[in-house]
Structures are given as structure tokens and as C-alpha cells.
């Protein structure tokens, strides 16, 4: 079964709204939870949480993690156009002796003007 | 820093021939991961290294794929032979440690017809 869920599958919202994106998740042995950005090509990161950093900001753009519910939310403040792309959220584990990391199925978020 | 390198940038190739995707990871990291990526699953770890050495190929679809990495800045994927359900992109990462960020390559887009 899926250990990374992302909800929404894909959202439509306009330019200066507010979203947030999710990302539950189930694994023994935590390691950290990674936000990616993937326009049309590579993925790039965004934040990365881990049990001694549980929130993160980078402008419009802030994170934070609750290890208690075992999930993660991606905000995005007065978005913009250039905000439209898929995100993915990632997990590593330690899993079967060895380091692992699964990434989820992404949310799509278009932001029209 | 040139980033992780992948070529080619698209393949495009019949049924039955033998295609090899190629990867230069960031220097100094020493992970280095490949990951296809489709529309149905998402993003799905294949096999990753660690200092040249395969740590978990348990992602490998079936025979048909291989991968090596000679040395530290230079891996393959194999897939021999090609089937349409191959199609995909294939994404390599690389990274200094475990669990840092991956950095991924801009991909290979393969077409099996």
C-alpha cells in the first residue's frame, strides 16, 4: 500500500488565493519528509523536516510537520502563476536493513490569473 | 556546479531493441538514485547506489533492467529489451548523504512503440 498519500490530486485556485497541500503518511523508523516543486522538467526541492526541524519558510512558501499525526502541509500564500506546477512530497526511512524514500503522487496545482 | 547530467534528453525506439540511459551524478555526492516517473504510478525508485555499490534494486521492474555504476561519476540504466510499457521518464538523483536532499537530472524521456 501507498506509505505517502498526498490530497489534494490536483486543485484550481486563482492568482493571490491561499492554498494548502497535504501529505499523511506511515513508516516505522522516520527519517525526514521532503517537499519538491516539478514544473516541466527536473523536481526541486523545497524544504526538507525532520524531527529537529519541524517548520519551515522560504517567502510565500512555509511547511511544518506533526510527527504525532504522522502528516505534513505545504502552504502557499498570495500565489502566483509561476506557482503552477506539481508538488511531491517525499519520506525516508530506514526499511528491509537499508535507507529508503518513496515520494507521493503529487498534488497539481494550476493558479490562473 | 553543472547539476546531475542524463542523456539522452528523449529516446525514441521500437519494441525488442536495447536502450541505454546515462547518468553523471554531482560530484562529491556520494547516492545516486534512478527513478521513473509515469502519469499512472508517479515517481518509483528503480535501484540507488551508495559509493558506486547497489544497495537496493528491489524497485527493478524485472530482468529486463539493469544498471551499474563503474565509478563515481558515471551510471547507466539498461533495459534490454525495450517494451512499450517501458515508456516513461526516467530521472537520476544524486546525494551527499542520507537523508539529504536529492538533486535530480532534467530526465530522459523514452518512448517504446
Known amino acids: 500500500e501507498d506509505k505517502v498519500v498526498q490530497s489534494p490530486l490536483s486543485l484550481v485556485v486563482h492568482e493571490g488565493d491561499t492554498v494548502t497541500l497535504n501529505c499523511s503518511y506511515e513508516v516505522t523508523n522516520f527519517r525526514s519528509l521532503l517537499w519538491y516543486k516539478q514544473e516541466k522538467k527536473a523536481p526541486t526541492f523545497l524544504f526538507m523536516l525532520?524531527?529537529?526541524?519541524i517548520e519551515k519558510k522560504s517567502g510565500r512558501l512555509s511547511s511544518i510537520l506533526d510527527k504525532k499525526e504522522l502528516f505534513s502541509i505545504l502552504n502557499i500564500t498570495a500565489t502566483q502563476t509561476g506557482d503552477s506546477a506539481i508538488y511531491l512530497c517525499a519520506l525516508t526511512y530506514s526499511g528491509a536493513g537499508s535507507y529508503q524514500l518513496t515520494f507521493g503522487k503529487g498534488t497539481k496545482l494550476s493558479v490562473i490569473p | 556546479d553543472a547539476g546531475v547530467i542524463q542523456s539522452p534528453r528523449h529516446e525514441v525506439t521500437e519494441m525488442g531493441q536495447e536502450v541505454t540511459l546515462r547518468c553523471k551524478p554531482i560530484?562529491?555526492?556520494?547516492?545516486l538514485f534512478w527513478y521513473r516517473q509515469t502519469m499512472m504510478r508517479g515517481l518509483e525508485l528503480l535501484i540507488y547506489?551508495?559509493?558506486?555499490?547497489?544497495?537496493?534494486d528491489s524497485g527493478m521492474p524485472e530482468d529486463r533492467f539493469s544498471a551499474k555504476m563503474p565509478n563515481a561519476s558515471f551510471s547507466t540504466l539498461k533495459i534490454q529489451p525495450s517494451e512499450p510499457r517501458d515508456s516513461a521518464v526516467y530521472f537520476c538523483?544524486?546525494?551527499?548523504?542520507?537523508?539529504?536532499?536529492?538533486?535530480f537530472g532534467n530526465g530522459t524521456r523514452l518512448t517504446v512503440t
Open positions: 560530484s562529491g555526492h556520494d547516492y
Open positions: 538523483a544524486s546525494s551527499f548523504d542520507t537523508p539529504s536532499p536529492l538533486h
Open positions: 547506489f551508495n559509493n558506486n555499490v547497489p544497495i537496493d
Open positions: 525532520t524531527s529537529s526541524g
